[in-house]
């Protein structure tokens, strides 16, 4: 039989993409051929087609593997995907939401999950969708005064505005758990609280310079992405939260560090007991250690999962290596791979990465809020 022409535009993306899924997967060629016949088939009628569950599954799991910025990416195939597109309420959402972080936090045992919602419709073009403003599920509200002062996370001020505007209300600590904000396509934005009780925090404690723990600093177990979008096949999924557990720096290195978000070096530093007039001195890097020190600790004494960065560079490489054997070249971007601690003591630093871009991949995506 001749072959007949695929004019659809998404074919291309939809074929490259289930022909890899399938080869991956060890489906035989007949299964592969039936499968592209009704993804024509669907796309010529529908303008566009729908995932199976292994699809889906899959998909996500390469979207994780094709992820550059991601030095974790050894995980990649434990993954645990929720299928959530039949999702058509609020309500439904916010439970969808509520089970990721239950499930993904595991009591402190963190595991990698993505919950997807229903993907973006055929006739959609302006890409509105599902959408989660939050960017991410768990994360700290950041507040302005009058004076210019700010208290909390000041990496979440406007999106701490957003959720004001909406009617929510924190206590006005620097550490109030913002609500979850989304919308479902076509519709208006809701605003749920998370419940206290499915919210693991840690308390960082430094093991030996007590008069930190004075401070009252915590991080959230879980870093759950969800402003991003997931392009699987030509369908783009605009609501696909998920999570791993943290590498330490992110949080000890950046998130307590950075004079743009809580600024804790000279803290940290007045607690070690440090002469801070000087850079010569290296007090900011003396005190940097410390709090990653306090960091990793923290979380290891609470018994919720975190890796440092050395033992996840290490565990990088065996993911470079895996890919190899698959005759697959890992890609990766060299300024987010390295450590912002010690860089060079791993080998990320001594390596170069091809940063080409495939598909599946997780991509940024216009701001929620129209
Ligand atoms: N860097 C972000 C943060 O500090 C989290 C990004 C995702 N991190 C992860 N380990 N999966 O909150």
New binding site residues.
Partial sequence: MKHVLHPHPQYRDASEFITLCYRELGKSEVELDMRLASVREQLASTGTYEHTVDELTHGAKLAWRNSNK?I?RLFWDTLSVVDARGVQTEADMAEALFSHIESATGGGVIRPFITVFAPLAANDTAARGNRIWNH?LI?YAGYESEDGSIIGDPASLAFTRVCLELGWRGEGTPFDVLPLVFNLAGREPVWFDIPKSLLLEVQIRHPEYPAFDELGIKWYAV?I?SDMGLEIGGIHYPAAPF?????GT??GA??LADERRYGLLPAMAHAMGLETARDFTLWKDRALVELNVAVLDSYRKSGVTIVDHHTAAQQFGRFEKNERSSGREATGRWSWLVPPLSPATTPIFHNRYKDDERSPRFYYQNDAKP
């Fill in positions: 991601c974790g991410q994360r870093p992405v999570n791993g557990w943290y590498m992110e949080i950046r998130n």
